[in-house]
């Protein structure tokens, strides 16, 4: 048996590590915490360097297996854009330039020589370990994949970000290029760098919230002031899960920090939806039934594909919110909703049953906290805990929808979730009186009785709001039923 490919000796050194590494490698990363990342098994360190307005810029960091398997990011070289992957820790350490000046020659040994004299008789040997190598692995062979990849895809910066795509097609780029998880840091940085500020449309926990502009279309940029730059990488980390995308929560674009010489300005670009909030929403507008369907099933369905855990190398862990409350849902132009801000997501890994950051409790809107969550009763040891505290959330947010729902030219006016039982910033202490001691919950009005839709929605309602967890409905179950109460509706 032979070798398809003939790869040469500096290929072969690389094929060699590639095969020596089973672990995940520590990288050099500028846009992680500690400026370190750690690669899976099989992925890779990635060094690379940009022209952008003139200016070289670098980015280092880690490359996960399934970018390596789904993007061509390690073999592009070209004026501007260079980029290399290497296979031990740190590797990725040194700056790359585009343009290589010719050093001065000094004494001993010049870089060239050097190499001819260590390479040559490694080389040799190498070569011989690689064609034993290329007959052993078959088609599990990690870097003839990537090779093949090279010539069969050609994903690289230069195509993604020729001038005539739209940001939809360099998502469908992205969706249909196998990685699944986010475009390529460069492509991140070059949209973020060449957007335009427009007007600020929100303020939250963390920072401004703006309008932006990318070629002619709007984004949205979300700006961490420094301070907060764990909670832009974490949320920036969490909308890059692999398989998260979803037409029901917000598609992220791109992360980038940007210095601009005294302080780091941390963004996180993601599609613009002109209606803003749910609150915001429902405040301006009433809706017809159809419209309260269209939202509540859609919330749900977002809701859903983020507990849902997808089994396989694309798979993806089941993620809880943690903070679900109509600030936090965008409705779109189409009258549907997405689930955004992610910031205190956490991820369930199923193989060691932990979640990937420690549970600091009581995090969320106090108001729309689940009540073992205010009376600190919650086990923290169980991910189904933190799902269900959404659909606590959840049933809070179809409340909100439902009393905006107009039926014979009736509806109520907008109110956020007791409203009428707690002050308007409400204590945990607060909450916890009406929620857990007078196991309170908003009123759920006679008339909703009349209309199937709102008559299924008041039964769901309670069923979220049970003070037992366990009894609660899943958010598929949910999105079912409120679906099908749709298809009654018409039918009625
Ligand atoms: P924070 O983490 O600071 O709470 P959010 O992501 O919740 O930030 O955004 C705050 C507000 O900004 C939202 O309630 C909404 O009004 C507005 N907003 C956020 N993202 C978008 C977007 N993609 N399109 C339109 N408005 C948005
Ligand atoms: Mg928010």
New binding site residues.
Partial sequence: MTCPRCPTVGTALIFLSVVHISAGLKCVCQLCANHTCETGAEGACWNSVMLIDGKEEAVKSCLSPSEMRGQVFCYGSRNVSKRSCCFTDFCNNETLHLHTERPVRGPGWSRLELAAVTLVPTSLVCVGVLLWACTQCGQHCVYRKALAKTTEDPLDNQSLMSLDKSLKDLIFDMSTSGSGSGLPLLVQRTIARTIVLQEI?????????W?GKWRGED??V?IFSSRDER?WFR?AEIYQTIMLRHENI?GFIAADNKDNGSWTQLW?V????????M??YLNRYTVSVDGMVVLAVSVASGLAHLHMEIIGTQGKPAIAHR?LKS??I?VKRNGTA?I??L?LAVKHDSLTNTIDIPANHRVGTKRYMAPEILDDTINTGNFESFKRADIYSLGLVFWEVARRCTVSGICEDYQLPYYDMVPSDPSVEDMRKVVCDQKLRPNIPNQWQSCEALRVMGKIMRECWYANAAARLTALRIKKTVSQSFAKDIKE
């Fill in positions: 449309i929100g303020k939250g926990r963390f920072g401004e919230v309008r984004v949205a979300k909670s949320e917000l996180l993601s599609e613009y939806h002109e209606h803003g909030s609150f915001d903070d600030k936090n965008l997405v955004a801000d910031g």
